[in-house]
């Protein structure tokens, strides 16, 4: 089957040979899908070459910066990644499933509060999730606000339902709250 791959690859690389001069959206189209097949077949950095190239000739192209973040996570650059997830968000704001996934590389990185913004987000359009609040009020603790992370956590508290099963993981960081105030008592 990869022989398969390779020969398409030899075949779309010919097919950008000739399409040279064409429209820049119809050349990004076949680097996009020259790029998709060198992917396939493990040839990660003339995939890579592709996909810039696309870029360079579609900044839109949404499957471009998804397939170059992918390659970013594969090599382990989340750095990379969440560059170019941002700039995937900048072009689809409503993709909520990347927002998540640069809320999780955001929390990766200790990056707290940019992860809390990209869990309220998810939070807001998806009301019933409760796991994106929750998400977004850990956050808030984790970036050091404890004041903040403190009142949030108390006014989901009066909110949620003791049957929730994300309500003994709210009352423990507002505990964990407390004690990074120094209030003991009340952490107890």
Do not use: W
Not at 138 to 165: H, I, M, P, V, W
């Amino acid at each position: 089957m990869e022989e398969k791959y390779e020969e398409a690859a030899e075949f779309l690389e010919k097919a950008l040979d000739m399409a040279e001069g064409t429209e820049d959206e119809e050349l990004a189209k076949l680097c996009l899908k020259t790029a998709s097949v060198y992917v396939i077949c493990g040839d990660k950095e003339r995939a890579k070459v592709l996909l810039d190239r696309t870029l360079e000739l579609n900044e839109a192209s949404l499957e471009a910066l998804l397939l170059k973040a992918q390659l970013s996570l594969e090599e382990e650059d989340s750095l990379k990644a969440t560059e170019e997830l941002e700039n995937y968000v900048q072009l689809d704001p409503e993709n909520l499933n990347i927002r998540l996934s640069l809320a999780q590389l955001y929390e990766n990185q200790g990056q707290y509060k940019k992860a809390m913004e990209q869990y309220k987000f998810l939070y807001e359009k998806q009301e019933t999730d409760e796991s994106h609040h929750l998400n977004a009020l850990r956050c808030s603790f984790l970036s050091g606000n404890y004041q903040e992370a403190l009142a949030d956590f108390d006014s989901y508290l009066e909110k949620t339902e003791e049957t929730s099963s994300f309500y003994p993981v709210a009352l423990f960081l507002r505990s964990a709250c407390y004690m990074q105030l120094g209030s003991l008592d009340e952490a107890e």
